[in-house]
Structures are given as C-alpha cells and as structure tokens.
C-alpha cells in the first residue's frame, strides 16, 4: 500500500494506491465521514486491480475545502477526474460505498464514456424531495451555515473513546472497523482528540434532486455495474427503487459497512466483485 499526495490545482487530497502497476485502474470512493480506509479490508483481496482509494475532499487526510465552498456531489466528481487526469487514467473503473457509490453513478451517468466498470457497495442515487419541499430546505441549510461558526468540535479525552464514539455513530460500525477508520481519522488535539472530518460535511444539503432527475444518472450508465445490497443496510427496504435499476444486484448478509465491519463481510463483496471484474 502506497501512501501519495495529490495536488489538484484547486485541493490537495490524500490516497493509498495498491495493487499491479498493469491492473485496471479503479478509484475507490468511500463513504460519507470515512476514508480511505474503509477499502483496507477489500483492497487487498480484489484481484488484477489498481486501486486507488481517495480521501474525498474534508475526510482523512485530505484537505478541507476554502472557506465558504461546500460540499456538493458535483463538486466530488470534479475531484475524481480531476485525480483521473493526474494519474493519466482516460478511462477507469470506480467502486464506491455509500456517498462514495453515489458519487459514482453521478460520474458513470454524467460521462459515460469515462467509466469502465461501476461496482456500488450500499448506495445509489443521493436523498431524494419533491419541489415542494425547494425553499424550506433552502432556508435550513442557510441558517445550518449560520448557527455552524457557533459549535466546536468534539474532543474524546482519548483514543478508546473517540472509536466509541464513532461505533454509535449515525451509521454505526463495528469496533474494528471504527478502529481502521480512527487511523486516518482521529487527531491529538488539546485535550484529547478529535476527528479531523470538516465540520461543514454535517451541513444539510440547501438542494435536493427530484427522483426522476437522480434515476436518470442511473439510466444513462453504459458501463458494467453490479450493486452490492446489505441485508441490514440503507437499501434493502427499497424494493421499489432496486426493481428499476438496468444492472444486476445481489443481497449479502451484514450492516452497511459489511466490506470494512469484519473479514468475512469483506471476502463476500470481494468474491461478489472478483467474478464481476473477470467477467468480460
């Protein structure tokens, strides 16, 4: 596992790169307030790939972005080509968990001919509201801002309670796998430590995308994809929204971490994507 900088020109972002020189290239996207660690259990075990696994912009290593941007899906897909272009990959694969998977089909369908292959752990199309809903969303995310500069961070006075902290998260992880995220996650800070996630990831998004309009990123992939469902996840409720996707899904046992929470979790997915890769 190789740790490397890369300087974007607009942000400077953290990753480890593993796997051939001669592999598939494939970006790894993970979720939303992880890193790149969360592929450290999956990484390992995926064949013939050349996996790049990214600190998104605020998460882990990589850098906050400058006061007063945000946070926008666009703006994560602006970064992935943008580390494309550095790494000189025209065209490259992506797995992504979670907002790393939706990121992903936001790339895959905005510009189809970029993506090779689409591998998606526990995530699809981002939160979805009617019109109706426009201004007063707009309104609460305006005032989050606001309200933002008046809180401080949580300071854990050690290691154990920051992992703690993190296993009883909004979506909770298995101690593990909080440990694995603490390693590019955690800072010693005065008083104990804190995570290094920006605050401004919190935020409520001020816009959301109708349905109609996030399927149609789904609609417009021309890539292979495969969608891993946990059993116990964020997406096995909706049968609705599965039953209309134009690739294949296949359900495994675990929560929404299953490829991070344990090693057998990580070797299902990883069996699930080794035959999807292979596949021609």
């Not at 906050?64 to 926008?72: C, K, M, Q």
């Not at 021309?222 to 909706?238: I, N």
Request: charged share 20%.
């Amino acid at each position: 596992m190789q740790e490397i900088r890369l300087s974007l020109g607009h942000i400077e972002l953290s990753a480890q790169l593993s796997g051939p020189a001669d592999g598939m290239p494939v970006i790894a996207l993970h979720g939303w307030l992880d890193n790149a660690n969360s592929f450290a259990r999956l990484a390992p075990r995926l064949s013939g790939l050349r996996i790049l696994a990214l600190d998104l912009a605020g998460h882990g290593h990589s850098d906050h972005r400058p006061a007063g941007a945000g946070y926008a899906l666009w703006d994560y897909a602006h970064d992935v080509l943008r580390v494309a272009e550095h790494m000189g990959w025209e065209r490259f694969a992506l797995i992504g968990h979670s907002l790393g998977a939706i990121i992903s089909v936001v790339l895959a369908g905005s510009l189809p001919e970029r993506i090779t292959r689409l591998a998606l752990i526990d995530g699809l199309i981002p939160p979805t509201s009617g019109p109706q809903d426009a201004a007063e969303r707009m309104g609460m995310a305006l005032q989050a801002q606001l309200d933002l500069g008046k809180k401080r961070k949580a300071v854990h006075p050690s290691l154990e309670q920051a992992i703690k902290a993190r296993m009883k998260g909004v979506v909770a992880v298995s101690s593990d796998a909080a440990q694995l995220l603490a390693q590019r996650g955690l800072m010693a800070v005065p008083g104990g430590y804190s995570w290094r996630s920006d605050s401004r990831l919190t935020l409520p998004s001020p816009t959301r995308l109708s349905q109609a309009q996030a399927l149609s990123f789904v609609q417009r992939i021309a890539c292979p994809a495969k969608l891993v469902v946990a059993a116990d996840g964020m997406l096995a409720r909706h049968d609705e929204l599965l039953s209309q996707l134009p690739f294949s899904h296949e359900v495994l046992p675990g929560g929404h971490h299953l490829h991070v929470n344990d090693e057998a979790g990580a070797a299902l997915v990883a069996d699930c994507f080794n035959h999807f890769f292979s596949t021609s």
